[in-house]
């Protein structure tokens, strides 16, 4: 499955003019350290004691917190994570889903330079506070209803 890959500003285009919402699959530790205003979070992948481990959770609390009609831009911290969950959306059933290529921190070379500016370096509306019934805790309590 194939899906279209967006910058930043035509993210945000797409949250402005055609109704997406910003789906961050970063984890919750890195949403509360700044994410696009207006995001919702619901992680890939979670903190455990070795790291990064996937949420198994994942599509069981997008489904019960989103219509299968929604549309979403999918975004992570530099790219890798939102490419995962957008081919889950899809083949979930979820039909309109767009990642925004570059994350919230942009991607890098291997020496470190920028090669694309994510969504806080391309001075796009941030937050550290998610708005309310946005935040993964918020959307986990889907599962319960």
Not at 69 to 86: E, I, L, M, W, Y
């Amino acid at each position: 499955m194939t899906h279209p890959r967006v910058s930043a500003s035509e993210a945000h285009a797409l949250l402005l003019e055609r109704g997406y919402i910003f789906l961050d699959v970063r984890s919750e530790q890195e949403f509360a350290l700044g994410h696009p205003s207006g995001a919702y979070n619901v992680p890939l992948m979670q903190s455990g004691p070795d790291g990064l481990v996937e949420n198994r959770a994942f599509m069981s609390v997008i489904q019960a917190a989103f219509a299968p009609d929604c549309k979403f831009v999918v975004g992570c911290q530099s790219g890798s994570r939102s490419h995962t969950a957008a081919l889950r959306l899809l083949a979930a059933g979820y039909g309109d889903v767009v990642e925004q290529r570059a994350g919230y921190e942009g991607t890098r070379d291997p020496f470190g330079r920028a090669t694309e500016p994510g969504w806080r370096a391309a001075a796009l509306p941030c937050s550290c506070d998610p708005l309310p019934g946005r935040d993964y805790a918020a959307l986990k309590r889907h599962l319960q209803e």
